[in-house]
């Protein structure tokens, strides 16, 4: 019940980041050009990341593939998380790319929302590997 729920909301998280991010896409590529570190590459991940939150989204919702789907989660938003802290620490210039309620929060309340879904996703992928573990053994110990 733990893991579903914690799918739930990362699905409601990255659907709606998405969409928010793709129903104003020209806004939102124009604050990742504004980015000191992505101006390079801000037409490459404007499309990126919303389509990488629309398929981890999709990878939750179907249980073959939501181990997959929560390593994805929690590697997209450690990347986020690195993001924001490079941004606070080595930039002048702080855009905001985010979208939507999440552009209401300030920066230190953004990074401790990250952090708490890094951790969501941490806890779900370690109850996900115990609750597979054990089928891996009984079937490790068969075929030997």
Request: include cysteine; hydrophobic fraction near 60%; charged fraction near 10%.
């Amino acid at each position: 019940m733990i893991i579903e729920i914690i799918c739930v909301l990362f699905i409601i998280l990255f659907v709606y980041a998405a969409l928010t991010k793709l129903l104003d896409y020209e806004k939102f590529r124009v604050q990742i050009g504004q980015s000191p570190l992505l101006t390079a590459f801000a037409g490459w991940i404007a499309w990126m990341v919303p389509v990488a939150e629309i398929l981890i989204a999709i990878m939750l919702v179907f249980i073959r593939l939501r181990l997959v789907g929560l390593y994805a989660a929690f590697s997209l938003m450690v990347m986020f998380t690195t993001y924001i802290t490079c941004i606070l620490t080595l930039s002048l210039y702080i855009p905001c790319s985010c979208g939507g309620v999440l552009e209401k929060l300030g920066w230190k309340e953004h990074l401790v929302f990250n952090i708490a879904f890094i951790i969501l996703a941490a806890a779900a992928v370690l109850i996900s590997y115990r609750k597979e573990k054990p089928i891996a053994q009984i079937v490790t110990a068969k075929v030997n």
